[in-house]
């Protein structure tokens, strides 16, 4: 079934409660979480949510896709679908959709497992060949780390996607998201750690 309001705005106001400065900039997004639309819904042409997959590789760089309907280069995202099982999976989906990615390849970075590395709102222009007006994105972006780029083989979804690439973070195109990615420190980083054991057998072998 469709993600729900209550999903959606309990996600948000996670966000909000980590970032409150942001209230009012994300206003439009609060507004759109009380009226009686589905905000869910790519048909919602008030504003509805889409997700996003912010992948970073053990380089420290960014994966960025060129998206053949606006002509932009922006992180891997797209339309919620009505089999999603939440915002975070979402933004999964359509890194394997738009990339080939599997989800496996990838891990969400630690403390954003369920809320959002950023939210960023912004105007779509109409397409009048499709039916769709003027409307705007409630860009929802949820952070993962890849494993190895040897678990990434890249199969672009060719009618969307025309190819891909990863930047440094200070060549990240989205300002709100460069300047959170600026601030991760080694600290906010997943911790690598070894592991041993020893294993005996009936004969202490």
Request: charged share 25%.
């Amino acid at each position: 079934m469709p993600l729900s309001h209550d999903h959606i705005r309990t996600t948000v106001e996670t966000y909000l409660a980590r970032h409150p400065h942001e209230r009012e900039q994300l206003g439009g997004l609060l507004a759109a979480l009380y009226r009686p639309t589905d905000i869910a819904s790519r048909s919602t042409f008030t504003g509805h949510v889409t997700c996003g997959a912010i992948v970073v590789d053990p380089l420290g760089r960014v994966l960025h896709v060129l998206h053949l309907a606006s002509g932009k280069v922006l992180a891997p995202g797209g339309h919620t679908e009505p089999a999603d099982e939440s915002l975070a999976a979402a933004a999964l989906r359509e890194l394997h959709e738009e990339t080939g990615i599997p989800p496996q390849a990838v891990a969400p970075w630690p403390g954003y497992e369920t809320v959002p590395f950023d939210i960023d709102i912004h105007d779509i222009d109409a397409r009048p060949g499709k039916g769709e007006p003027g409307h705007q994105h409630f860009d929802l972006r949820f952070l993962f780390r890849l494993h190895t780029a040897a678990e990434a083989p890249v199969v672009l979804q060719e009618e969307e996607v025309g190819g891909i690439e990863w930047r440094p973070v200070d060549r990240v195109t989205s300002p709100s998201l460069r300047e959170k990615l600026l601030k991760l420190t080694p600290e906010t980083e997943p911790e690598r750690a070894n592991a041993s054991a020893l294993i005996y057998n009936d004969r202490g072998e």
